[in-house]
């Protein structure tokens, strides 16, 4: 019997491994072939396609240090990311809350289309048709003065809250995603009993609700920062006057000035903040988690 | 038996593309340009076909550099290159562009000297480029908020525009406008200080910076910008074909021109259908065409210019001699200057939050 289990597994392991393939074909050819050509283009002076004479150099490093925009950049693009991640919780968790424990069938299918429907749109459409509810005389701004008595002027595109209404809209799926997962294994009779013991509605909250719930919490967070800080579409459009950031100045160096190399060498020195951030943050996320 | 019939398919598809490659390559024109810049008119492109016989074949790039790695990436596919006269230089110095034999380009004759005799497009008494068109990034206006436009380009400074100014997001354009704003050769600036000082109290007065035709067009057309930095052939077609209140102001200070032109890529395959091509592009007859449908900037041919109607703008503003006194027109920049001033262009840009 232990015999045929355990050629059971090895067989199963190699009928797997015709279904892992492709996957990790994929991931080779696809992400760790160019992700390793980046880092290599990172410590060279020129790009050898330019067909110049090029060699190792650090100078792309330590560029980040020698001028105090970059890191002025990336501590703004860091509050960014977490000012959004912050309102993606706001908005994203009792929405999950409401589809995981109060709404049941029809109307939970319809509300959960609702969530999922900016991930069905393109991420430009959206963030044009922000620019279109947003701007002075738009939407929003038009909608308001018709109702209320007093003219007010509304103008909030170009600005950092535009930056942040149209992130927050991009990635809260995320964060309501996730949180419905864990939301939704919580057992009901947890909840009741903590209630029949006297525990008021906000302690139920304080002392069942989240704690159980903080493993979505955590994952979203994480799915919904990291993105965020390299963000620099948004930015651009939104932002306006404000709306550089650390995703934008990469942007321009690969687009404006084909400088690949410094270009590459930001986006790992992004890369190993955010792990580092990642890296420090998950003791206390494991422990609250 | 799954192996060799899979190899025989992969052969048999190799050898049809050849095939194919070989077949085709006779008197196919391959045109590297901007995309929606002439080059791709249909109609232009059904006029040169059925004249010549040859067939048109365009692709596209989205910035100079994406031009110049094209053509060093794919040395022999394209027949002719849009190059501006700025970058014609490096492309030169590069070995990507041959020298043009104008003798088969009748219309060449026609061209205004002072283009056609450029040194950004001569090298060695060889002619590396054919003058296309050219054009200014100068002001425009909106002109519901002006009664009278404006002459100089210290409006753009003016407090009674705060927050409805823009200027275009690039580095190379933002820096030269500054040397214009302070008095000084945009080739050859200088006082690199002033014109980071100017830029700087530029900035609170900035609305957003475009980057797109469109972007500037939806601004004024919901009436959130007065002035801004423009493209002359942009202003004119957002009056003439959008029917905007735009209107193009060359300052007294002056403005910046640049001149496109077009070359033939080392190893083209057919040299002859190249030069026929540029030939079609700087005749009248498709200029005044393209102008009328679409709207263009200047041809660089004079007979061209003169077919236009007597006060189209191309004509009557942009041949006005007293604007061609005070334009500068952009010569060749560095990589390393280019870096540059993306370094103070970000810098005034992160300053302003």
């Known amino acids: 019997m232990a015999g045929q289990v355990a050629i059971g597994s090895r067989s199963g392991l190699r009928s797997a491994l015709p279904l892992l393939l492709p996957a990790y074909l994929w991931l080779t050819v696809a992400i760790f072939l160019p992700l390793s050509a980046m880092v290599f283009f990172s410590f060279m002076t020129e790009l050898p396609l330019s067909g110049k004479a090029w060699s190792f150099t650090l100078d792309n490093y330590t560029a980040f240090l020698s001028q105090g925009l970059y890191p002025t950049l990336l501590l703004a693009s860091l509050r960014l990311g977490l000012e959004v991640t912050l309102w993606c919780v706001v908005v994203g968790y009792p929405a999950a809350y409401v589809l995981a424990k109060v709404l049941k069938g029809r109307s939970r299918e319809a509300i959960f289309l609702l969530v999922i429907l900016p991930f069905w749109s393109n991420g430009l459409v959206r963030i044009f048709s922000w620019a279109m509810v947003l701007r002075e005389g738009g939407i929003l701004d038009t909608a308001l003065n018709a109702v209320l008595p007093i003219k007010i002027n509304i103008d909030l595109m170009y600005s950092y809250p535009a930056v942040i209404i149209g992130l927050v809209h991009s990635y809260v799926p995320y964060m309501v995603l996730t949180c419905y997962l864990t939301l939704q294994a919580i057992d009901g009779s947890l909840i009741e009993a903590g209630r029949s013991l006297g525990a008021s509605r906000l302690q139920v909250l304080k002392r069942i609700v989240i704690p159980l719930s903080m493993p979505g919490l955590v994952a979203g967070a994480a799915l919904i920062f990291v993105p965020v800080v390299g963000s620099f579409m948004e930015p651009r459009i939104l932002g306006g006057r404000t709306g550089t950031f650390y995703g934008t100045v990469i942007e321009d160096q690969f687009v404006a000035v084909f400088n690949w190399p410094l270009g590459a060498a930001l986006s790992f020195i992004l890369l190993a903040v955010v792990l580092v951030i990642l890296a420090v943050a998950s003791p206390i996320l494991r422990r609250a988690a | ?353």
Request: proline content about 5%; hydrophobic content about 45%.
């Open chain 2, 1 to 353: 038996m799954r192996m060799p019939a899979l190899t025989a398919l992969l052969t048999a598809t190799a050898v049809f593309t050849f095939a194919l490659a070989f077949a085709a390559e006779a008197d196919e024109v391959h045109v590297l340009n901007w995309k929606g810049y002439g080059a791709d008119e249909p109609w232009a492109i059904a006029v040169f076909e059925k004249a010549t016989g040859n067939k048109v074949v365009n692709d596209f790039f989205n910035s100079e550099q994406e031009m110049l790695t094209k053509l060093r990436t794919n040395p022999g596919l394209y027949d002719v290159v849009m190059i501006n006269a700025a970058f014609n230089d490096q492309a030169m110095a590069e070995k990507l562009i041959q020298p043009i034999d104008v003798s088969k380009i009748p219309n060449y004759a026609d061209i205004s000297p002072d283009k056609s005799g450029s040194p950004m497009l001569d090298h060695d008494g060889k002619v590396y480029g054919v003058p296309w068109v050219w054009g200014l990034t100068a002001l425009a206006i909106n002109e519901k908020s002006f009664d009278t436009p404006p002459t100089s380009i210290t409006e753009m400074w003016n407090e009674a525009h705060k927050g409805r100014v823009v200027i275009r997001d690039d580095a190379v354009e933002a820096i030269q406008f500054g040397a214009i704003a302070t008095g000084q050769n945009i080739n050859d600036i200088k006082d690199m200080d002033a014109v980071k000082a100017k830029l700087t109290s530029l900035m609170p007065q900035i609305k957003t910076f475009w980057s797109s035709e469109n972007d500037w067009n939806q601004m004024v057309a919901s009436n959130q910008i007065d002035i801004g930095t423009y493209w002359s052939g942009s202003a004119d077609r957002a009056k003439t074909h959008f029917k905007l209140p735009v209107s193009l102001v060359i300052p007294q200070e002056g403005a910046v021109a640049w001149l496109d032109a077009f070359s033939i890529p080392a190893g083209s395959k057919n040299v002859a259908g190249a030069q026929a091509f540029i030939n079609y592009m700087i005749d009248p007859t498709f200029y005044v065409e393209w102008v009328t449908k679409v709207g263009a900037p200047v041809s660089a041919n004079t007979k061209a210019v003169a077919a236009l109607p007597e006060d189209a703008f191309n004509r009557k503003v942009m041949g006005d001699p007293a604007v061609a006194k005070r334009i500068q027109f952009q010569a060749p920049i560095t990589d390393a200057q280019r870096e540059k001033y993306l370094a103070l262009w970000q810098e005034l840009k992160v300053n302003v939050k």
